[in-house]
């Protein structure tokens, strides 16, 4: 049997999830190769966190080759991608941008959650490792288990099997989630928030650019197009 080849085209949940799982199935047994413009996978749940200043953006990225040390990383994007599936054994879509059946509620489709989106993505590693001798094939199925949803300072809304919460018991139980479903980092953002809940928060100003300053159409925004000189006698 020839070596199998696996191609991953972006490192999303689902393709993030899915390459790891086929490089701990494959043992190094087959050639996984990864498509994405960018060599971290991004755990956008928790991106309002870093616009809030709670976490820093290295803390929500996860660097590709550092975890995926047996995949080979192309850093690309794909232009056109046919998700044809029907009548192509060797093709399989997962993710926010496939329509997959909904098995727990006929006749619809998943969400485009990342709970699904990272299930979907181990599942089709399995099937695909099912292909050349490992485990065998199995339908995605995945009952609803409920929503988390951060809505900044010490409010959330979570409905975990079927229990409504909000307030601080939902903060925790979406925090919790989230942690749990982070990737890698875990101990670096806990401490994060550990230490924004204990300590006061720093309030200073760093300067600023006037937005004129700055138009839309520039293709160097961090260099003003007018003098700061003009700034200092307006100002005086």
Known sequence: MARPRILIVGAGFAGFHAARELCRLSRGRADVAIVNPTDYFLHLPLLPEVAAGLLDPRDITVSLPATLPSARLVLAG????????????????????????????????????????????????????????????????????????????????????????????????????????????????????????????????????RSPAVPLNTARPELPTEPVGRFRAEGS
């Open 78 to 209: 794909a232009s056109h991608i046919d998700f044809g599936v029907p009548g192509y054994p060797e093709v399989y879509a997962c993710g926010d941008a496939a329509a997959a059946p909904d098995l727990t509620r006929p006749g619809e489709v998943t969400a485009m959650t990342a709970q699904h989106a990272a299930r979907q993505g181990r599942q089709v590693a399995r099937n695909i490792a099912a292909e050349y001798g490992t485990g065998r094939r199995r339908p995605y199925k995945h009952h609803d288990l409920g929503f988390v949803v951060d809505l900044g300072g010490t409010k959330a809304a979570a409905n975990p099997l079927r229990i409504p919460l909000h307030g601080l018991p939902a903060k925790t139980v979406t925090r919790g989630y989230h942690l749990l479903s982070l990737p890698g980092k875990r101990i670096r953002t806990a401490t994060e928030w550990l230490l924004d809940a204990l300590l006061p928060r720093q309030t200073l100003q760093l300067g600023l650019v």
